[in-house]
């Protein structure tokens, strides 16, 4: 970011939206470069590694991926020394449930934009964007982020917690106890289930696999991968600041995205 100009980027499906956003942005802020929009997450993605703007605008309901999976994604791809962008989500959500927001300072714009809403967001971005200098991204504010946004998403029926999975091991299916499982990992169409000494494969999305594991024993640790915390033998990083997992019962590592950097803080 220099000291005259602001790059933004807008991931909005519908294009009016996105132009009357882009539009108010200009207005409220002199200086301020809108370099792209994208239709969707994935695009928003591949755009953001491209041009590395300061500031993203994600709506939450794209196709393809919601504006949660695309600021994850790219937490999980971004590399080098410019800081992570100021993420600002974008929500059709009522006033009720984002009163929790205004209380933890968590940016958000309400459709249709308002704004006097947008004024006090810019004048949040504006605050971040100068106390955070050369510093890099706040992971932990954009974890905390995402975990406020999930928690405002409509909530399906809690289904019934896992205790043994039924995986494949060749022409076999094996009955492997939840608790033996070290981590699970998604390999393209199948997730990949590691105990401390074997591998097997299930169908099961990691989505709907993490929701019927204890929260309190599994923790997702990035986009593909959720841990057994209690399989976990330490937290090291290398000399690129990559966080890793040693492992009980396993000489592999498992990789930590920065979005979930913080869980391991105290280890």
């Known amino acids: 970011m220099s000291a005259f100009a602001v790059d933004v980027l807008i991931a909005e499906d519908e294009p009016i939206l996105a132009a009357v956003l882009a539009q108010s942005l200009q207005r409220l802020w002199p200086g ?20 590395r703007p300061d500031i993203l605008f994600l709506d939450i309901k794209m196709p393809g991926q919601t504006g949660l999976e695309a600021a994850e994604e790219l937490a999980e791809r971004w590399d080098g020394t410019q800081p992570f962008p100021e993420v600002v989500f974008v929500t059709a959500y009522d006033d009720y449930a984002l009163k929790a927001f205004e209380q933890a300072a968590a940016d958000y714009v ?85 105990t401390a000494d074997s591998e097997a494969l299930i169908r099961l999305p990691l989505k709907e696999l993490m929701a019927q594991l204890d929260p309190a024993q599994f923790c997702q640790v990035s986009r593909g ?17 990559k966080l890793s997992l040693a492992l009980h019962g396993r000489n592999d590592r498992l990789k930590v995205s920065p979005l979930f950097a913080h869980l391991f803080r105290q280890m």
Not at 163 to 191: E, S
Not at 225 to 241: F, P, Q, T, W, Y
């Open 32 to 51: 301020l470069r809108i370099v792209g929009t994208a239709p969707n997450g994935l695009a928003a993605v591949e755009q953001a590694l491209a041009l």
């Open 225 to 241: 991968s959720i841990v057994n915390m209690k399989h976990v033998a330490s937290a090291s990083r290398d000399e690129l600041g």
């Open 110 to 194: 309400l459709k249709p934009v308002s704004d006097e809403r947008l004024r006090r967001t810019v004048e949040r971005l504006r605050t971040r964007l100068l106390a955070r200098g050369q510093a890099g991204g706040d992971d932990d504010g954009m974890a905390r982020l995402i975990e406020q946004m999930r928690a405002l998403l409509p909530l399906a029926s809690v289904p019934e917690r896992l205790t043994t999975i039924r995986a494949a091991v060749g022409n076999v299916v094996r009955m492997i106890p939840v608790q033996d499982v070290v981590y699970f990992q998604a390999l393209d169409k199948y997730v990949n289930v590691a």
